[in-house]
């Protein structure tokens, strides 16, 4: 039989050139590199992969490895090419409080809000925009738009009363529409009206939440090239592709839509009914170098970064209060016990309901447990910079997750346990909460964020009556895709009765 002269797939040249090069780069990373002295294992030191595998193809369970590592190699893990993770509240100090880390691109690019408070790398740019829209999110101003969190937080409470006794509602919907309805009325004087979608169900919650569109912002992390791809693709394909990708289309149409707007009528900003963002970032007294305002896209940015910085992160804090909260009736009774010998009218102003100690105790178990942003987040150290008493080679990115801080059996007893009282005998601890960050780069809603859980938490434990079905699960878990994302349905809990307003 005769056999066909099939050609090989590739040159034996090039095959051979390809494995010399892989070698000399894994010789290269594993002997000669800066961080070839730091512990780890080997597989992390040559290739990404080890990271992508767990980020990527496990939906977010780095950290869980990470603590292993920890526990293998001690507190300094090499953890990929060019990348460091420690696990100590020093380093924690040392990484996010100096000025010298910045936000890696090679990170941040994939979030696609480049020109934004949130995505700008350049230390200088992100300063300028802090002090640019910084304003809107003072305590003052919170407090002269305390009405507007307020309103919503009314309108939550109202839509829940509606569901009849004993039926079943998602809470955590709720509780994501009502943070999503705070920061466009608040930024943008815009509702979307998400709490009056029946079962809370705005499209862009899906998007918010969506697993695989979160799986999707890391592999570009890792694979560039795909940021063209997933965001050149027509809507129609977007969609059938997966729920995630198209809301999260509709989501930008509706913020390209609205910066639009603003950018061809400037006096629809003076229309606003109150101070909102575009005041800040248009007026002539908040010029950016240049003497220009920002640009189309940079407002697109940073009306996206807005949205997605403070929708989920408010939303997964409360989620875990109500539901330690709900799971455990001593807690309840207390929490109760304390609005309803508070609470004299309708509304309790803010600035009382932050005198309520143990409310200000389940805020800040919430805020520990739902850690803010779970994927650790990422600084790149210049030259002379020293982590926790080691010097670090300049261009190295090194990270340390928010659980580190938070669930240290050192920092907190019974760390994994719900429990308010450790907050009640001083505030000793205050410092190991790091679910906003620290330094330069520190979340910039934090009061806007304080006034929201306060609002949302205190009216309604004062004013709704709820319950978890008996087959709720003994904790919360999650995906860890930069945010905590819960698995399952975790609060779908039973409206009982509204208790007396
Ligand atoms: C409980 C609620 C919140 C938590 C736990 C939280 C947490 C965080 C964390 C950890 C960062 C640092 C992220 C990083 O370095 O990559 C951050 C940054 C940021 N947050 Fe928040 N956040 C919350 C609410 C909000 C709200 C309501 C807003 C709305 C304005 C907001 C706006 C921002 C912005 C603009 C940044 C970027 C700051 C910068 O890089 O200079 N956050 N937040």
Known sequence: ????????????????????????ICTYRLFFHPLSRFPGPRLAAVTDVYAAWYEVVKKGEIVHELDRLHKDYGPIVWIGPGKLHFNTPKAFDDIYRSPKLIKPGSFYDAFQM??????????????????????????????????????????????????PSNDTVNLRHGLMAASLEVITTYCFAKEYHALEYPAFKHPVIPALESVSMHVLYFAMMYLPFLEKIVFGMPEWLAKRL????????????????QVDEVLNDPLAVERAEHEIIYHHLLSAGTVEKGGKPPSRQSLIGEASSMIEAGTETIANACTVACFYILRSPDIERRLRDELIGAWSEAHMPLERLEKLPYLTAVIKEGLRLSHG????????????????????????????????????????????????????????QDKHIVSFSRGPRVCLGVNLAWAELYLILGNLFRKVQMELPEDRPERLEYHELFTPHYKGDPLQVHIRKLADQ
């Open 1 to 24: 039989m005769a056999t066909a002269n099939i050609p090989p797939l590739m040159p034996p040249a090039i095959v051979t050139s390809l494995v010399v090069y892989l070698a000399a």
């Open 114 to 163: 480049r020109q934004s408070c949130f995505g700008f790398s350049d230390p200088r740019l992100a300063k300028e925009r802090r002090e640019i829209i910084g304003p809107l999110f003072s305590r003052k101003a919170v407090l002269r738009l305390e009405d507007v969190v307020q309103d919503v937080v009314d309108r939550l409470v109202s839509e829940l009363s509606k569901y």
């Open 242 to 257: 997966g729920a995630g990708s198209g809301d999260m289309q509709d989501l930008f149409g509706a913020i390209v839509k």
């Open 373 to 428: 942003v779970v994927t650790p987040i990422p600084r790149q150290a210049h030259d002379g910079v020293v982590i926790d008493g080691v010097g670090i080679p300049s261009g190295t990115i090194v990270t340390m997750g928010h659980t580190f801080m938070h669930l240290s059996p050192e920092l907190f007893e019974d760390p994994l346990v719900f429990n308010p009282e450790r907050w009640l005998t001083g505030d000793a």
